[in-house]
């Protein structure tokens, strides 16, 4: 029987695994894992993320060779490594899950044509959402391009059917006989451990565990900081340790419980909402890949953001006198996550009240989080920004005063993270008063008047936009 190679990136499991299904269509199926220099930059950016990489690649050589094969590693350029390889073991078909990130799509469309010059079999395989983003094109009027708003998306997405990988009848797994690199480990990566089983069964049970019960209460708890009842499966969809299509399957089939409460259903609703952006950023990203270092908005590219604050370190180190912005950052230094409605108030502070580039934002983030999903991240950060898919007339700048009122009003999250308010107060404070507490060597003052930085962006936001010619006013969005 004919072997295909498969390249394992970013979707490390065996389980519902798109790619897997289309190689085993092809042959027996040679695994590979190829360490670029796209794939070791992005994982070495966060010592964290680089553990949780380095414990899913050998859960995932474990699993293979429970079929008896095991993992290829190889470490060089992707386009010579593959073709090399795919030459020594003069396969029919090399297949891998695609990537949606920009630097990695360029990489992925110049060895598809090399490979394809050889005669090569190198179909497109998405395996990363839930939904592939042809599907949602297809039902545009003019199919083709993909969406740039989110509402019409959510709606299609609402539509569709989530299809079923798992366990392909005719998926087989060489057995491998040709030498092989040793797995990725310290000596690739700086590595900090990280309080996650990085598994596909760890996945599997923090999702079952999370749809037991958590789930029911996520509308309160995605907008609540101190509230750990989100799913935290962020680092898990990111390396494909688990599948966004087992994650939406499962979640509707939560859903359908006869027995749950109104207010639960909308949890539920409101989570399988969260996945449905995630892949609305992925197909963004993948119709308009510039989107991953610049506006998607043409209008927005040439505004005047700033590249560097006076209080840029003070927002990095999480001591800008802000308890939610600086507990935020404080929790994303000591676990490498921070709590969803938190990265937008963060998110806010640096682009709206220090009028810092997004940009700046995405590179400092990427130094700590786990989860490595670059399109999501531009996606996100444009969205709070206000120069991505947001349609809103005017940016929707968050207060982080009054966030904190009315998210953590006794100061439970920020005392949490703020070692400096952990101790001595009842609750910590929304606005700072001249205490002893707040010194030299204690939690800082407020570093700027939130609503004068606030007015004054918008005032400048504007008169740019005011300035704008008509060609530079936004597209159609659907």
């Known amino acids: 029987m004919a072997s295909v190679l498969f390249r394992f990136a970013r979707d490390l499991r065996l389980e519902d695994h798109a790619g897997l299904a289309v190689a085993a269509r092809h042959g027996v199926i040679v695994p590979a894992l190829i360490i670029d220099p796209v794939l070791h930059a992005r994982v070495a950016m966060s010592p964290r993320r680089a553990s949780f990489f380095v414990h899913a690649v050998r859960a995932l050589d474990e699993a293979l060779r429970a079929q008896g094969s095991h993992l290829i590693v190889r470490r060089?350029?992707?386009?010579?490594?593959?073709?090399?390889?795919?030459?020594?073991?003069?396969?029919?078909?090399?297949?891998?899950?695609?990537?949606?990130?920009?630097?990695?799509?360029?990489?992925?469309?110049?060895?598809?044509?090399?490979?394809?010059?050889?005669?090569?079999?190198?179909?497109?395989?998405?395996?990363?959402?839930?939904?592939?983003?042809?599907?949602?094109?297809?039902?545009?009027?003019?199919?083709?391009?993909?969406?740039?708003?989110?509402?019409?998306?959510?709606?299609?997405?609402?539509?569709?059917?989530?299809?079923?990988?798992?366990?392909?009848?005719?998926?087989?797994?060489?057995?491998?006989?040709?030498?092989?690199?040793?797995?990725?480990?310290?000596?690739?990566?700086?590595?900090?451990?990280?309080?996650?089983?990085?598994?596909?069964?760890?996945?599997?049970?923090?999702?079952?565990?999370?749809?037991?019960?958590?789930?029911?209460?996520?509308?309160?708890?995605v907008n609540v900081p101190a509230d750990v009842r989100t799913s935290h499966l962020s680092a898990h969809l990111s390396f494909g340790t688990i599948a966004a299509r087992t994650v939406v399957r499962e979640t509707k089939h939560r859903a359908d419980d006869p027995f749950l409460l109104a207010e639960e259903r909308a949890s539920l609703r409101r989570f399988l909402r969260s996945l449905a952006q995630r892949d609305f950023f992925l197909q963004l990203s993948w119709y308009q890949?510039?989107?991953?270092?610049?506006?998607?908005?043409?209008?927005?590219?040439?505004?005047?953001?700033?590249?560097?604050?006076?209080?840029?370190?003070?927002?990095k180190e999480g001591k800008t006198g802000f308890p939610l912005v600086d507990a935020g950052m404080r929790q994303l230094h000591a676990t490498g996550w921070m709590h969803p409605h938190v990265r937008s108030i963060a998110a806010s502070f640096l682009c709206f009240d220090l009028e810092v580039d997004w940009r700046v934002g995405v590179e400092e983030w990427d130094r700590y989080l786990i989860e490595d999903e670059p399109a999501l991240a531009a996606g996100n950060w444009q969205w709070v920004a206000g120069v991505g898919a947001d349609l809103a007339a005017y940016p929707r700048i968050y207060n982080p005063v009054k966030g904190a009122r009315r998210f953590d009003p006794e100061g439970v999250y920020a005392r949490t993270w703020i070692a400096e308010l952990a101790q001595g107060m009842a609750r910590a404070p929304q606005s700072q008063p001249a205490l002893p507490l707040f010194g030299k060597n204690g939690y800082p003052p407020p570093l700027l008047d939130h609503e004068q930085a606030a007015r004054s962006f918008l005032e400048r936001y504007s008169a740019f936009v005011n300035a704008a010619t008509p060609a530079d006013a936004p597209r159609s969005n659907r």
Do not use: C
């Open 76 to 221: 060089g350029p992707l386009r010579p490594t593959i073709l090399a390889l795919a030459g020594e073991l003069d396969v029919r078909a090399v297949i891998w899950s695609a990537s949606y990130d920009a630097a990695a799509m360029r990489e992925e469309s110049d060895l598809r044509a090399a490979l394809e010059e050889r005669g090569v079999i190198t179909p497109i395989v998405h395996d990363a959402p839930a939904i592939p983003p042809e599907e949602t094109a297809a039902a545009k009027l003019a199919p083709g391009e993909g969406y740039r708003a989110l509402a019409p998306y959510i709606d299609v997405w609402r539509s569709r059917e989530v299809t079923s990988h798992e366990a392909p009848l005719l998926m087989r797994f060489a057995e491998v006989n040709i030498e092989s690199e040793p797995l990725p480990d310290e000596n690739d990566f700086a590595l900090t451990d990280v309080d996650d089983d990085a598994t596909p069964s760890g996945a599997a049970r923090k999702l079952k565990t999370f749809l037991r019960q958590d789930a029911l209460q996520y509308d309160v708890a």
């Open 289 to 315: 890949p510039q989107t991953q270092s610049e506006p998607l908005q043409s209008k927005m590219r040439q505004f005047p953001f700033r590249t560097t604050h006076e209080h840029l370190e003070a927002w």
